[in-house]
């Protein structure tokens, strides 16, 4: 099956940190593509958060510069976010997909949670 498969997320209180991890299956080239990490709370649009070139220039959404980091390995075909300082706002399912997003490729996703 073709699609991405994320990880590390789960409970952390305000002002914590994780790090998310996204696998690509065999058959989707990542290096070629622009990545990104996107998110989505229950009743709201999926929101794209940070994105990653081929030249690991990275763009962030206001809300979380300075605070998200995203990266990526293409030989092992991994992305990656480092989340600080999290904020309840930040409670969400986040995903990771090509840049603009293939429906296809949509994974399970990992459910951060912010909350004291």
């Known amino acids: 099956q073709v699609q991405f498969e994320e990880s590390g997320g789960g409970l952390v209180q305000p002002g914590g940190s994780l790090t998310l991890s996204c696998a690509a299956s065999?058959?989707?080239?990542?290096?070629?593509?622009?990545m990104g990490w996107y998110r989505q709370t229950p009743g709201k649009q999926r929101e794209r958060v940070a994105t990653?070139?081929?030249?690991?220039?990275?763009n962030y959404v206001d809300s979380v510069k300075g605070r998200f980091t995203i990266s990526r390995d293409n030989a092992k075909q991994m992305l990656f976010l480092q989340m600080t300082s999290l904020k309840s706002e930040d409670t969400a399912i986040y995903y990771c997909?090509?840049?603009?997003?293939?429906?296809?490729?949509w994974g399970q996703g990992t459910q951060v949670t912010v909350s004291s």
């Open positions: 065999a058959a989707i080239s990542t290096r070629y593509y622009v």
């Open positions: 990653v070139d081929l030249s690991g220039m990275t």
């Open positions: 997909n090509r840049v603009p997003a293939l429906p296809a490729y």
